[in-house]
Each structure stands twice: as C-alpha cells, then as structure tokens.
C-alpha cells in the first residue's frame, strides 16, 4: 500500500478525538507493517494505555506485538532501541512527558546517536509518544521540556494541534529511520472531534501549516496553543486587524522557510507557547527571524510562554497564554507602529 504525503490533510474521514486519531494511526501501522510493534505502561486490553491511544490494539495484534511493560522508562526505551537494531519499528509510550527525563539516556546518547555513529549502517526507528499533563496534574506531570529534545542532533520531535495532524504525523514518524518524540497534550485528548483522513495519509516531518493567512502580523505556534492563536485572530479581525497563524507542528526538523517568508511578508511575529518564556522554543524562533530578516521587521518578535516557574496544581492560577493575552499581545504589537 502507498501512503498518501499530505501537507494538510483534507480527505473525508470519520470523526475523532486527539485519542481516537493516535489510534487509527497505529493500528494502520500495524496493519501495514508486521515490524511496528508497541511497548509501554498498561498498554494492553483492558486498560489500551492511560490516554486509551491503542485500545483494542493487543486483542487485534496479540500480546507480542502489543507488549504492556513494568513501570520502567529505562527499560522501556532500552528494549524499543534494541528492539529497532534488530529490524522492528517500534512505538513506545512513556505516560506523561516529565518522565523521558527518566530515559534520557537512552533517548539522547544512543537513540539519538548510534546512525551517526555507526556512518549511517544502523537507524534507530523509534517512536516515543508521550503526554503533556496541561495543567491539571501539578508540577511533576505538566512540564513542557519540548526544547530539551530540540536541543539533541539526529532526534525528531513534533507536536499536532488537532486530530487529523495527530494521525498524518504519528504514521510519518512510525516510518521515518530516526527516533522520533510524538508529543500530545492531554487538554486535546478529551476535546471535539474532528474528521480525520481514513487510511495511511501522512504529514511531513518539518512542514509548518499556515492554518490562518493573515497581512499584519505572524502567529506561530504549536499543539495545545494554536486554537487560541486562532480565536484571538478571529477577534481582533474584528477591530481590522489581520493576524497570520502558523502551526509549527514539526519542532525539529523546523520550517524555516514558512517562518522566514511569513514574517517578512507581514513585517511582525509573535511566538506562542506553553514551554517556559525563558530558553523556550520561541527564544530560537526569535532568533531566527531577526537573525534573518534584521532591519525588515517593523517591531522586535514577541514571545509569549509560560513564567519561569513549576506549574501550580490549582487551576486557577492562569500561567499559559490565554485568548485574552495573546489578543492584547497582538494587537499592542500591531497598534504600537500604527501609533508611530
């Protein structure tokens, strides 16, 4: 079967959520290829993994491909790189993001590494799923460390906004030869459905999606925080205002053209996301487009993230950007050189 290369994907399907669209996508990897195999926590019937991701997978495919692990990222991400020198493709699930700390190791010194190593004679096909816990699981589950891993050569990290990117980037990232970081938002996972493409439909890796085009001012942004990208737009149209939204999707590989040729066709951007403000992917952004386009900016890049502080368990202490402050963000960067 030949896999259909979408940038964006548009093919009727039926409805999913974040969950049932991570689903599709692995069980048609599966069905595609004998040598995806899965590993991780209570993964297997009847639990089908914390998020409910591969439910249904183990009575369809067996306990041997489908494979529930102790509760050992170590060992997890060890038998998933050991498993990929021996020809399998496999996918493992580490519960929620904090925890690859726990297997960076393997993640960063051997995954990562041992094709540039071995002069190319040994890919690590890999792919990690893991869950940002958005707020609601306090300081040790909720952690957006998205740039740690941005940070490391020969690892590939995205991070879908929505259903139908979720499916077209896990099945890209299943059958890419580097190890892979699939990042989800849990806040995503509970939320509407959206139809999702049936069938083996894939979005590239590094390919950026202009989801709103816009003459103003640039948006980037990624997962969880491109919806209020995009309502904040739709609200300060209303005032005449417009705002180009960009969802990232691939961190690394990053499109830089998309970035570089939006903002310099708008003449201002702003960097959207849940990762700390300090050190955060938008600091690389930023610095990619002044580095780029120094003099042709109207106003330095903004960059709008979370305080450089452990996420509080109370949700009432707002510490991501909201529709409210991104709007204010926007239009402050839009009105301060009309006001010139």
Same mark, same amino acid.
């Given at each position: %079967?030949?896999?259909? *290369?979408?940038? +964006?994907?548009?093919?009727?399907?039926?409805?999913?959520?974040?969950?049932?669209?991570?689903?599709?996508?692995?069980?048609?990897?599966?069905?595609?290829?004998?040598?995806?195999?899965?590993?991780?926590?209570?993964?297997?019937?009847?639990?089908?993994?914390?998020?409910?991701?591969?439910?249904? =997978?183990?009575?369809?495919?067996?306990?041997?491909? *489908? @494979?529930?692990?102790?509760? +050992?990222?170590?060992?997890?991400?060890?038998?998933?790189?050991?498993?990929?020198?021996?020809?399998?493709?496999? !996918?493992?699930?580490?519960?929620?993001?904090?925890?690859?700390?726990?297997?960076?190791?393997?993640?960063?010194?051997?995954?990562?590494?041992?094709?540039?190593? +071995?002069?190319?004679?040994?890919? $690590?096909?890999?792919?990690?799923?893991?869950?940002?816990? /958005?707020?609601?699981?306090?300081?040790?589950?909720?952690?957006?460390?998205?740039?740690?891993? %941005?940070?490391?050569?020969?690892?590939? *990290?995205?991070?879908?906004?929505?259903?139908?990117?979720?499916?077209?980037?896990?099945? /890209?990232?299943?059958?890419? #030869?580097?190890?892979?970081? %699939?990042?989800?938002?849990?806040?995503?996972?509970?939320?509407?459905?959206?139809?999702?493409?049936?069938?083996?439909?894939?979005?590239?890796?590094?390919?950026?999606?202009? !989801?709103?085009?816009? /003459?103003?001012?640039? $948006?980037? +942004?990624?997962?969880?925080? &491109?919806?209020?990208?995009?309502?904040?737009?739709?609200?300060?149209?209303?005032?005449?205002?417009?705002?180009?939204?960009?969802?990232?999707?691939?961190?690394?590989? =990053?499109?830089?053209?998309? =970035? $570089?040729?939006?903002?310099?066709?708008?003449?201002?951007?702003? &960097?959207?996301?849940?990762?700390?403000?300090?050190?955060?992917?938008?600091?690389?952004?930023?610095?990619?487009?002044?580095?780029?386009?120094?003099? @042709?900016?109207?106003?330095? $890049?903004?960059?709008?993230?979370?305080?450089?502080?452990?996420?509080?368990?109370?949700?009432?202490?707002?510490?991501?950007?909201?529709?409210?402050?991104?709007?204010?963000?926007?239009?402050?960067?839009?009105?301060?050189?009309? #006001? #010139?």
């Amino acid at each position: %079967m030949t896999a259909l *290369v979408s940038d +964006s994907p548009q093919q009727a399907g039926q409805s999913l959520t974040m969950s049932g669209a991570l689903n599709a996508a692995l069980e048609c990897a599966m069905g595609l290829d004998p040598k995806v195999i899965c590993l991780g926590e209570d993964i297997a019937e009847p639990i089908g993994g914390v998020f409910k991701t591969m439910k249904g =997978l183990s009575a369809k495919y067996g306990a041997d491909r *489908v @494979r529930a692990t102790p509760i +050992s990222e170590q060992a997890i991400l060890g038998a998933a790189i050991g498993a990929s020198l021996g020809g399998y493709r496999p !996918v493992a699930e580490i519960m929620f993001f904090d925890f690859t700390m726990v297997c960076a190791d393997q993640l960063a010194n051997h995954a990562a590494k041992l094709r540039y190593m +071995s002069g190319g004679q040994t890919p $690590v096909p890999i792919t990690v799923c893991t869950t940002i816990g /958005s707020g609601r699981f306090g300081a040790q589950h909720t952690q957006s460390i998205e740039a740690w891993f %941005m940070h490391i050569p020969g690892l590939k *990290v995205v991070m879908p906004s929505n259903p139908a990117d979720a499916k077209g980037l896990l099945l /890209s990232c299943i059958f890419d #030869d580097d190890p892979c970081l %699939m990042i989800q938002h849990s806040g995503l996972l509970f939320g509407k459905k959206q139809p999702v493409p049936d069938g083996d439909v894939r979005i590239p890796l590094g390919a950026a999606s202009v !989801v709103r085009p816009g /003459s103003e001012v640039s $948006v980037i +942004s990624y997962g969880a925080f &491109v919806q209020p990208c995009l309502d904040a737009a739709e609200e300060l149209a209303t005032e005449g205002i417009s705002v180009e939204v960009i969802d990232l999707r691939s961190l690394s590989p =990053l499109d830089r053209e998309t =970035l $570089v040729e939006s903002a310099a066709r708008t003449g201002r951007a702003a &960097v959207v996301h849940g990762a700390t403000t300090f050190c955060g992917p938008g600091a690389e952004i930023a610095a990619l487009l002044q580095e780029e386009l120094h003099g @042709r900016l109207s106003t330095p $890049v903004r960059r709008l993230g979370a305080p450089y502080a452990p996420i509080p368990f109370a949700t009432e202490l707002e510490v991501f950007p909201t529709t409210a402050r991104i709007r204010e963000e926007l239009r402050a960067l839009v009105q301060g050189r009309r #006001d #010139d």
